[in-house]
């Protein structure tokens, strides 16, 4: 669903970002390096440059402001084109309570996933991937 609304939004490129670590993503580190003022980064959604409102804000300040880059976000609260040094207050102030509405949702989403494991494994139902070898499969190896 990603690659298909990065495709639709006509991206030059597309990068695709295989690190899942909070710091470490050398991917997006290059790709952001290679751009010139001017250039415009697409997201599909903040959580794919970004885990909290801090660290966005932060992305967007150090990172993308003072080489004059943009930042399009294709979907959720925050979507749209947000330029460097082009915004007024308000819009400022609508970018950052919308983004800590998505940092909140995030966090929502987490713990109803985790509270519906835990319910789950209260009720004997492990989740995951099944098991590949049986009792009668172990029996016969």
Do not use: W
Not at 85 to 109: C, H, N, P, S
């Amino acid at each position: 669903m990603q690659m298909e609304a990065l495709a639709a939004a006509d991206c030059r490129q597309i990068v695709e970002e295989t690190a899942s670590t909070r710091k470490d993503r050398p991917k997006l580190q290059a790709t952001v390096a290679s751009m010139k003022p001017g250039d415009t980064l697409v997201v599909y959604k903040p959580d794919r440059v970004a885990r909290s409102v801090k660290e966005l804000l932060v992305f967007l300040e150090d990172e993308l402001a003072p080489r004059g880059i943009n930042l399009h976000i294709l979907t959720g609260i925050c979507a749209g084109l947000h330029r460097p040094g082009g915004q007024t207050v308000a819009d400022k102030m609508l970018f950052l309570v919308a983004a800590m509405a998505a940092e909140m949702e995030r966090d929502l989403i987490r713990e109803r996933t985790l509270d519906g494991l835990a319910a789950a494994a209260a009720h004997g139902r492990k989740g995951g991937r099944p098991a590949m070898v049986n009792p009668d499969v172990l029996a016969i190896a």
